[in-house]
């Protein structure tokens, strides 16, 4: 975004809608309603494609191409509705390393439950 | 010491700021940045929370799995899919809400909370709807719980038509599919008790919002219960593949 040529806010990632009545109304970025009422909709399509997609039988890539829509799916609220993408830099950063931190518990209690008694589950 | 009260007295002097700005905070986009970063702390704290539940979800599924197959047919995918809809537009609306607050339209505001609310309630009564079909066919773990759905499909000709191919569970694997609505009802119902929490914050903020509060340029409890709305939003968008949709081919 905006971040560098923004004398207000410099580097902090918060952006500047022209029309504001305030300095301090634009301290958080202001999404237009035309990226939410896209990204509404594509989430929309995204619903109906995996439910569809889950008619046909597809063996193993059922759960995967199912797994691949919900996590595009949330990437989008995350991005969008919640304003990620116009966040700051220690907003990004903050979930990010959530989530790895989430992925490394969740690698680290499969692999215990994945190694022990091998071919008796 | 009088150093110090010189320089805040002073400060204040030359520099105004909102009213809704508090003290310790050198400057509005500081605490901009505070309370939203707090917020993501909570909502991060609440996906590890959620995230020990999936990832039990997942051991017992991988350990009885023919159990957790049939058990998750029993699910009803027009409601699912239906409630996943609804809980994608209540999002809609309630970043719709935020915007609202963001250029200080009072009227679109109190509207957009009112059909986030509303949506919520849709979803709540939904979900109720789901959960007596599992009361009334004794799916609920428990003492009444009961296998016949399992170990004898045919018992139960509406999933038995739609699912012919599921065959007859032995009752030692028949037993497990407790665990899956175990999970199931775990899963659903503390998503459902965010929601009821999310809800009931929302009907504070129509008020709230009735009386202008959120229309003053002071946005941080619109833009940061719409986070928690996200998140929650978030959870279903994984919880209905993994009840509903993974399953069902298999």
Redesign the interface.
Known sequence: MSEQNDPH?GG?G?DHAPNE??V??S??H????VV??T??TL??IL??T??AV??????VF??VV??F??CL??SI??L???HVKY??K??KL??FS??F??AV??AL??SD??TRAWGR? | MSDSTVTVTGAHAEHEH?PYQRHHFAS??QQ??TT??AM??FL?TE??FF?GLF?AY??FR??YYPAFVEASHQLS?KEG?AN??VL??S??T???GV?CA???RRGALVLCLCLTFILGLVFLGIKYDEYHEKYEKHHVPGLHYSLKSFTDPASDPEVHNAYPDDKPLMPDMARHTEIYFGLYFAMTGMHALHMIIGISILAFMIFRARAGAYTT???TFV?NF??YW??V??IW??L???L???S???
């Open positions: 806010h902090t918060h009545q305030d301090h109304d301290l958080n202001i999404v237009s309603p939410y009422i990204v509404g989430l929309l619903t109906a995996t439910a889950s008619f046909i039988d597809l063996g059922n759960a199912a797994l829509i919900a799916k949330a609220v995350v969008f509705f919640m966040s700051s220690l907003t903050t979930i959530g989530l931190t989430f518990l969740i209690t499969l439950y994945m589950w | 909102p509005m986009e901009v940045d939203s970063f993501w702390l991060l996906i590890m995230g990832t997942l051991i991988n350990w995918i899919t996943t809809a994608i537009v999002s809609f309630m970043a719709m915007w963001e250029t200080r340029g002071h946005v833009n719409g986070l996200h998140f939003d978030i968008i994984f209905y593949p993994l509903y949709l993974i069902r081919h298999a």
